[in-house]
């Protein structure tokens, strides 16, 4: 990059491992950087959520971690406030789900509208060329376009939580670890001293504590109890509140003659549908509000059938051979080539060639 | 990269002066002030000295002013304290809605605790109705505390006459002085105030010390118990460091008043009408002439304040929006709603607070910086629009 002006890259840095070495990493190759932490929530008034204040994301302390990667690596560091949308369109579809019976996905959502949306155009205000994340997912460009690539460690791969990504995006987007893993992110964190080296994993939701996210919930939602019936509409007990419930749990459902499974969540009735492990295999799913970062897998899907595609259905899903058909514009019929468990309305659907996102949309329903 | 500090309202840079003055007591006279023995000697003889200088510049005896350790301190030790001490004559407390925090989170907590507190509006300028004020007044009324100078929009309270009222009423008048200190000329020997808080590093001395005038005869709970220290008023060891340079700034604040108050003013008009000449659809907030003569108060429309700032800081310059002890948070200003500014206008607000060390260059540099990045930023909603869908 000698010669012409550098690149400016505005890093989102959520005070972990990972933004901290994208931000190293970006450094060293010689991009102007500028560190940036968004304010997600007031932790002064809140007396629920993130009552620790670290080991989630983002929070006070987690801010001060971020500001010393930035402080020692001699690059500028602002924290922007986006605690309005971040309520809006992560916490208030989070709690929303939940009220309509769904597994939400706020780490998508946080994704999709918090940083590729917001960030990013704060980082365009900024006159950054790029916005950069410690996902673990890589970009590639060719004449046909953008491709979104899973990370290279397949252990730590977040492509799963990108799939809403539009070309216009991945163009200013830069995934400086999608090609480590993250025990090299880790050491070459530890060969700079970045105090975030040793940093443990966030793990559950960042803005739900310790005590889980049905606590955070709630605060929030009226618990009412209810039957707990099986497929044949038997009562076999009563359930603490649906929000407390997803689609797949066996644990907590204090049912003698177990195990039972959670198989549906029926808020009309305010019923929770459980039944044994053979009944929670379906054939595939309808899922909605689809994005396709692939436009030719789009538009065989939309002509015909999209064949030999794995879908994944929620993060830690090894994946799942299917067929995917556009129904209409923003929705289609997955069809998987083996019965496959727990598909829970409301989590993500990504459909994957290889290493590559082909596109996505939210889980309507089972087939 | 030239650095430009425009933001004197959230702190002030140590006098060199300053600096000198207070040296002594963190080095050879280190010695504790109560102490009865040699080493006590010269740092009570400067905690008294400082307590003259600031007792000057404010034409009041020394013995009304008490150390402490912030602007915060002195508002809420005045509020409280006051409160407290008065709680068998009324309940009742008078201030404004666009106090500082110091002052409006106490009054908040006093209201929690059974106070009732009113909170007078102001006009379009930030002014305050001094008529207002006086209907406001009831039987049960024991406190009226108004700043003032504020630190958003610097606009000057009709000090005189509001505690001309509250005097005519029997009523106590504190007033939160911590940006007009220095700034302007305040008398206290023809003002009817009965508390005022003041902060050190408002006015080139550190941060950790300020002082609360507390007239002859004033009775005020402590809101520090301790030993006898500032006369059993206010417990701790004194800050002597803190104290002397309080001291010195206050005297070098009286010198060079006039100078820098025409030097201020100035250099505001050359900012405010050059930015008017090259920014379109902007607006000053504020009465055009009662404020203090270092503060801008400028709303860009269709702009984002706080990306506005950090684009400035990356050329170099410091200013913010509200003040710093609300930075963060994105609640718009509660003293530019107060004035009637549109929401979205005060978001788009900046502050541009002037000090010594800025000149006509530095205000220069900024009209030139200023109208790309806001052209840029305008331009930016349509254009982000195709990002977004």
């Known amino acids: 990059m000698t010669g012409d002006k550098k690149k400016r890259v505005v890093v989102a840095m959520s005070g972990g491992v990972d933004s901290s070495v994208a931000l190293a990493l970006l450094k060293e190759q010689g991009f102007d950087c500028v560190g940036v932490t968004m304010q997600l929530w007031d932790y002064s008034a809140k007396d629920d959520a993130c009552g620790a204040t670290t080991g989630s994301c983002c929070s006070p302390d987690d801010v001060n971690d971020a500001r010393a990667v930035a402080d020692k690596l001699g690059v500028p560091f602002y924290v922007v406030n986006v605690e309005e949308a971040f309520s809006k369109e992560v916490v208030d579809y989070f709690v929303n789900g939940y009220l309509n019976g769904q597994t939400p996905n706020p780490c998508v959502k946080c994704n999709q509208i918090l940083k590729f949306e917001t960030l990013l155009k704060k980082a365009l205000c900024l006159e950054a060329d790029f916005l950069a994340t410690g996902h673990y997912a890589r970009i590639a460009n060719s004449a046909s376009g953008y491709s979104l690539l899973k990370g290279v460690d397949q252990d730590k791969d977040q492509s799963y939580f990108l799939f809403t990504m539009t070309q216009e995006q991945l163009s200013r987007t830069l995934f400086p670890l999608g090609g480590l893993t993250k025990k090299e992110a880790r050491a070459y964190a530890g060969r700079l001293g970045l105090k975030t080296s040793e940093k443990k994993e966030s793990q559950e939701i960042c803005f739900a504590s310790d005590a889980g996210y049905a606590a955070f919930l709630s605060n929030r939602i009226t618990a009412e109890e209810g039957d707990i019936v099986t497929l044949e509409n038997k009562t076999l007990g009563r359930h603490k509140g649906l929000f407390n419930y997803t689609v797949g749990q066996r644990k907590g459902l204090n049912l003698s003659g177990g195990p039972f499974y959670v198989l549906g969540i029926d808020t009309a009735k305010n019923r929770l549908i459980i039944g044994r492990e053979g009944d929670q ?75 590559e996102v082909l596109g996505g949309g939210w889980i309507d329903h089972a087939l | 990269m030239k650095r430009i500090y425009f933001d004197h309202n959230a702190t002030t840079p140590v006098h060199e002066e300053v600096v000198t003055a207070m040296l002594p007591y963190l080095t050879e006279e280190w010695g504790n002030p109560s102490s009865i023995h040699w080493a006590g000697r010269a740092p009570k003889k400067a905690v008294e000295e400082a307590r003259d200088k600031v007792a000057a510049l404010f034409n009041c005896t020394p013995a009304e002013i008490i150390f402490t350790s912030s602007g915060t301190e002195g508002d809420n030790h005045a509020i409280k304290g006051l409160a407290y001490a008065r709680k068998d004559k009324g309940n009742h407390i008078i201030t404004t809605k666009v106090e500082h925090p110091a002052v409006l989170n106490t009054c908040k907590q006093l209201a929690k605790e059974g106070f009732d507190v009113t909170y007078l509006g102001v006009d379009s300028g930030g002014l305050i109705s001094v008529d207002e004020l006086e209907k406001a007044i009831t039987p049960k009324t024991i406190l009226i505390t108004i700043m003032y100078a504020n630190n958003e929009t610097g606009v000057i309270s009709p000090i005189k006459e509001a505690s001309d009222v509250a005097k005519k009423h029997g009523v106590a008048f504190h007033t939160d002085a911590v940006q007009a200190a220095g700034k302007v000329p305040i008398d206290l020997s023809v003002l009817n105030i009965d508390l005022m808080a003041i902060s050190g590093h408002k006015l080139y001395a550190p941060k950790g010390v300020g002082a609360l005038y507390v007239k002859r005869g004033t009775r005020l709970v402590p809101l520090i118990h301790g030993g006898h220290h500032e006369r059993n008023r206010r417990g701790g060891t004194e800050n002597v460091a803190g104290i002397a340079a309080l001291g010195k700034a206050c005297e070098i604040a009286g010198r060079d008043m006039e100078k820098e108050a025409a030097h201020l003013s100035a250099l505001r008009t050359r900012l405010e009408k050059g930015l008017a000449e090259k920014v379109p659809h902007i607006t000053i907030n504020g009465h055009p002439e009662k404020r203090l003569p270092n503060t801008a108060n400028v709303s860009f429309e269709f702009v984002e304040g706080e990306s506005l700032l950090l684009n400035l800081d990356m050329k170099g310059i410091a200013a913010s929006s509200g003040s710093a002890c609300t930075s963060g948070s994105l609640e718009p200003s509660h003293v530019l709603l107060a004035l009637g500014v549109p929401v979205e206008n005060s978001h788009g607000s900046v502050r541009f607070s002037l000090g010594k060390g800025n000149t006509a260059e530095d205000v220069d540099f900024l009209i030139e910086v200023m109208p790309p990045i806001v052209e840029r930023m305008r331009s930016m909603s349509p254009l982000y629009a195709g990002i977004k869908l």
């Not at chain 1, 789009?298 to 129904?327: D, F, P, Q, W």
């Not at chain 1, 083996?338 to 459909?351: C, T, W």
Request: proline share 1%; with cysteine.
């Open chain 1, 281 to 355: 295999y379906s054939n595939g799913l309808v899922a909605s509000e689809l994005n396709w970062i692939n436009n030719a897998a789009k538009n065989t899907a939309l002509s015909g059938v999209l064949e030999n595609v794995t879908v994944k259905i929620r993060y830690r899903h090894a994946g799942v051979k299917a067929c995917v058909k556009m129904t209409n514009g923003n929705s289609a019929e997955v069809r998987f080539t083996a019965k496959e468990k727990a598909v829970a309305p409301g989590q993500a659907v990504v459909f994957y060639n290889n290493d």
